[in-house]
Nanobody
Framework: QVQLVESGGGLVQAGESLTLSCTAS??????????MGWFRQAPGKDREFVSA????????YYADDVKGRFTISRDNSKNMVYLQMNGLKPEDTALYYC????????????????WGQGTQVTVTS
């Protein structure tokens, strides 16, 4: 099992940037086998897909409303995953979760076996 802890959330104004980090604990051979994803959940809304990255980091996926603004990356040597968020909008306000799965269904929350507790991102206009 892998344990995930998010950090880097905060309060920013529209147009500013934040970088979220997800630190994974567990055996390195286990970590590199996981697809890693970012999801977010705003009050009154379902948890929605934001971005995902393959085991090797060669393949990335983005939700339509964040593509071009957000960048996902991973550093397997450090057991870390990142989400760089540029040009933040008030609509991006949500609790952001890091997640891990053994398979390759990157956009489906149900496919992820492990979840962090979330980090809050609040964007003011």
């Amino acid at each position: 099992q892998v344990q995930l802890v998010e950090s880097g959330g905060g309060l920013v104004q529209a147009g500013e940037s934040l970088t979220l980090s997800c630190t994974a604990s567990g055996h390195s051979s286990t970590f590199v086998g996981y697809v890693m994803g970012w999801f977010r959940q705003a009050p009154g809304k379902d948890r929605e897909f934001v971005s995902a990255i393959s085991w090797s980091g060669d393949s990335t996926y983005y939700a339509d409303d964040v593509k071009g603004r957000f960048t996902i990356s991973r550093d397997n040597s450090k057991n870390m995953v990142y989400l760089q968020m540029n040009g933040l909008k008030p609509e991006d306000t949500a609790l952001y979760y890091c997640a891990a799965q053994e398979g390759w269904r990157p956009t489906r929350a149900v496919a992820y076996e492990h979840w962090g507790q979330g980090t809050q991102v609040t964007v003011t206009s």
